[in-house]
């Protein structure tokens, strides 16, 4: 006897955005399950592993005081070897840390604070903690509002990208001064344009090339579509035929014979009113 397979129950499979949500949802944990394994080979100073939030406060801290050159220094179980490799990683897709010496089976590796952060938590994380620093303890002490010379000269001394000073003053366009200053998102905006423009490998940036990329943020600000404009409370009736007809007649009648429509109309309502009060009596 021929066994024949039943098709199975699931075989159709879930719909294509809770499949797509779901392994989103699989690969973030999968990748956050990865970090957590990493950060436990790293120690801090007192020997305890890191955490990837302990470590983020560590290099936003070191990143604070000593800007794009701040090193964050971190213990490693290992040896150094007799080899050539100078270098450790910490995380698979961070920045290679320099090994400075090895003591007692623990590797003690400075590495770059700037990329290790953005490594944790993204470019804009990183980039915001370097606006601190250039807000701070740069030794700079630029304003709480920033002008658009003082901005261009501030990309001509801490870019490696070129831009135009009408990206400064765009950028100024959308952050406006307030009572709490600009100068820190201004530097911070700088930072990011600077970022996007190098993974274009653009050497220099100005608007109509922004433009003509058809790149927006934090640039030019998409334009919000004008509210659309109330419609007029029109009231709607449903008439009869009959009542079309003289609607009709009535708009094609001169005004005479317009007051003796109107007249006959009201003589016929008085009518209607007479005659349901009497039958209104007549129940009484």
Not at 1 to 22: C, D, I, N, Y
Not at 135 to 144: C, D, E, K, N
Request: net charge positive.
């Amino acid at each position: 006897m021929q066994r024949v397979k039943e098709p199975l129950a699931f075989a159709s499979g879930p719909p294509q955005t809770g499949h797509v949500l779901t392994e989103r949802h699989v690969m973030g944990g999968l990748e956050k399950s990865l970090v957590d394994k990493c950060l436990r080979r790293a120690l801090d100073p007192s020997g305890m592993p890191y955490t990837e939030h302990r470590l983020v406060e560590r290099c936003s801290l070191d990143i604070s005081y000593h800007g794009q050159e701040a090193r964050t220094s971190v213990r490693m179980k290992g040896v150094r070897g007799y080899g050539l490799k100078k270098c450790r990683r910490l995380l698979p897709s961070g920045p290679p840390g320099e090994i400075k010496h090895a003591t007692s089976g623990l590797l003690h590796i400075d590495f770059p604070s700037v990329a290790l952060l953005a490594a944790l938590r993204g470019q804009s994380v990183a980039h915001h903690a370097l606006a601190g620093f250039y807000m701070g303890y740069s030794g700079a002490r630029y304003p709480q509002q920033m002008p658009v010379e003082l901005g261009g000269q501030f990309a001509q001394q801490h870019l490696e990208v070129e831009i135009d000073l009408d990206v400064v003053e765009a950028l100024i366009q959308n952050n406006p001064p307030g009572p709490f200053g600009n100068s820190r998102q201004v530097i911070f905006d700088l930072l990011e344009v600077e970022h996007i423009a190098r993974k274009r490998r653009w050497k220099r940036v100005d608007l109509a090339k922004w433009r003509s990329a058809g790149l927006t943020w934090p640039l030019v600000r998409l334009e919000r579509a004008p509210p659309v404009a109330p419609r007029p409370l029109v009231a709607t009736y449903r008439v009869s035929e009959r009542h079309a007809r003289l609607l009709r007649l009535f708009d094609q009648a001169d005004e005479a014979g317009k007051g003796r429509i109107e007249q006959a109309a009201e003589s016929a309502v008085s009518a209607a009113f007479a005659v349901s009060a009497e039958s209104g009596i007549s129940a009484l």
